[in-house]
């Protein structure tokens, strides 16, 4: 892989005072190729809104593939990603750079957002809602037909060359009115919704990602179908793609699948016993 199609994320950690954000490769490993199933016309939507220009917002529920989608087309177009985990402690600055202080004085360091604009990269801002509404207003002049970003401290106003694109995510099974998007936030974006994968896709997702045998991955796609049913009525969030691909994994890695299934579907939904021991049932009842 070249360093032009290199996917570098990045995460900002929730750690208050940064002491820079020099580009850390994540634990991700590199892939020749990102394994990605569409779920329907999003990576058409992805190309008509990179060649013109147009930033856009991915919606879904967690686990859904919407980083992965991201990583994706990153690939694809051959760019490069600067990924951001948003988190409410998240400032501005740690977006756009600040001064740090070395040995020889002090110094400008770019953030991801002025670095993905300077190279021409996709900057992906995931869970956006959760930053700072004051952190989101940078992005204004980003995502109107200017494109530029102005950086206050250092004089500078950067104008986003045609490889710079800016896309968000969101789950919006989180929004609450304190978090929401403002609409003149929300309204600079081309907007697609990812949701949970018809079965014969996520089948071939668990295939993908663990070699799982076909009987067991239709096994457990029939399970997440039973268990997501329950949602809306016990649980916050039904059981994600992400969730089946740990199932998998544990099941490929010779664990018990009743085990397998536990750890992986029910405990990370709920800490409530009786919905615990309602969602084992409908594991029992399936595995059988
Ligand atoms: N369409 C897809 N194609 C391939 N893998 C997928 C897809 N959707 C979900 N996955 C799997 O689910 C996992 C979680 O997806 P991710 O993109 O991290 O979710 P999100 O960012 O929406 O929370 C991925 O690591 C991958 O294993
Ligand atoms: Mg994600």
Redesign the pocket.
Known sequence: MTSRHAVRPISIPNTGAMAGHAAQASGETERESI?????GREVALFEYAFHNRLPVMIK??????????VRYMAERLARSLYTVACHDDLTAADLVGRHLIGAEGTFWSDGPLTRAVREGAICYL?EVVEARKDTTVVLHPLTDDRRILPLERTGETLQAPPGFMLVV?YNPGYQNLLKGMKPSTRQRFVAVT?GF?APR?EVA?LI??TGIDSAWAELLVRIAGSLRVLKDHDLEEGV???LL?YAATLIQAGMDPRDACLAALVEPLTDDAETIAALAEVIDATLV
């Open positions: 394994f990605y199933k569409p779920q879904g529920p967690t686990g859904c593939g919407k980083t992965r989608f995931d995510s990812l994968l896709l997702i993908g990602e994600s793609t992400r691909v």
